[in-house]
C-alpha cells in the first residue's frame, strides 16, 4: 500500500467517475458508491480499485477483496461475487489513469529559492518553482508550471517548454526542451558526443555543433545520458519514453512513441522508426536504420538495418523465430553430449 509520507492521495471518486476516467463500461455496482484508493489484487478491500491484464494473476483477482476491479470483458465471468466491474480491452490503461486521478503530479507552489543562482538574461515564467542549488543560465527560457528540483544546472540558451519536470541534480546544456517533457534524476543531457577523428599520430576532438531536441510529452529516466549532435542534432521524438541509465549517441534521431528500457547503448547517427520497442542491454550500432514498429529483444546486438515491422533477437541480431531456432538447435545439442 502507499505511504503517505511519500503519495498524497486524492478522491475519493464515484464508480461512474471512475468508468469515465479508464474510458471503460460499468458492469455492475452502484454508480455512486465512492472508492478511496488504488491497491494490488491480494491487497485491496472494499473502498479500493483494482485490475487485472495478466492472465497469471487469474486466481488474485476470483479471490481479491478489492470494492471495484479494472478487468477486459472476456475475464468478468470470473469475478467475485459483489466485485464491481470496470470493463476495457485495456485495463492496465485504464488503470494507469484511474490511478493518475488518484495521485495527480505533484507541482510545488511557484518560487524561486533563495540559493538558486539565475542569470539576469533568463526568462521564466512566473508559475515555475526553482529549487536550491539551482543554476540557470544566459538566455535560458522557462515556460509555465515547471519545477526545476535541487541543484540542477541549465546552461546557456536552453529552452524548457510549459509543464515540464525537471529532477535533481540533472544537467541541460544545448538542449530544446518540449511540453510536458519529465527528465529524472541524475540525468545528463547536452553533453559533447563521442566524436574523434582517429589518426596513427593520435586522435583530434571533432568539435560537437549540433543540440539535443527533445519534444513533447517525452520521459527520460535517471542517470540517462544524450549526447549532443555534431552538426545535424539529437532529437528524441514526442511521447517517446526512456528508462534509467540509457546511453544516446550523437546525432540519434528517435522517433515518436518510442519505449527503450535501461542499459540500452544507441551508437550515434542511428535511426529509429515510431514505436520502436528495445529491450534490456540491447546495443545497436551506429549510422543503423530502424524501421517503425521494430521490437528487439533484450541483450540483443543490432548490426544492420532492420525493417519495419519485425521482432529480433540475439548477437547479432536476427529475426525473432530464427533465433528462437538456433537457441533451440544448440540446447538439443547439448543434451546430445551430456548423454
Known sequence: MTDPKFHQVAGPFSLEKLATIAGADLANGDPKALFHDVAPLDMAGPDDVSFLDNKRYADAFTKSKAGACIVDPGMADKAPKGMALLLTKLPYHGYGLVAQAFYPAFIPAPSIHSSAVVNPTAIIDKAVCIESGVVVGKNVHIGKNCHIAANTVIGDGVVVGDNCRIGPSVTLSCAMLGNNVIV??????????????????????????GRV?????????????????????????????????????????????????????????????????????????????????????AQSGIMRDVAPGLKVGGSPALPFREWMRGVAAIENLGKKKGK
Open 184 to 209: 529524472h534524476t541524475g540525468v545528463r543531457i547536452g553533453q559533447d558526443g563521442f566524436g574523434f577523428a582517429m589518426s596513427p599520430e593520435g586522435h583530434i576532438k571533432v568539435p560537437q555543433l
Open 213 to 297: 531536441v527533445i519534444e513533447d510529452d517525452v520521459e527520460i529516466g535517471a542517470n540517462t545520458t544524450i549526447d549532443r549532435g555534431t552538426g545535424p542534432d539529437t532529437i528524441i521524438g514526442a511521447g517517446t519514453k526512456i528508462d534509467n541509465l540509457v546511453q544516446i549517441g550523437h546525432n540519434v534521431r528517435i522517433g515518436r512513441n518510442c519505449i527503450i528500457v535501461s542499459h540500452v547503448g544507441i551508437s550515434g547517427s542511428t535511426t529509429l522508426g515510431d514505436f520502436v520497442a528495445l529491450g534490456g542491454q540491447a546495443g545497436i550500432a551506429g549510422h543503423l536504420t530502424i524501421g517503425d514498429g521494430v521490437q528487439v529483444a
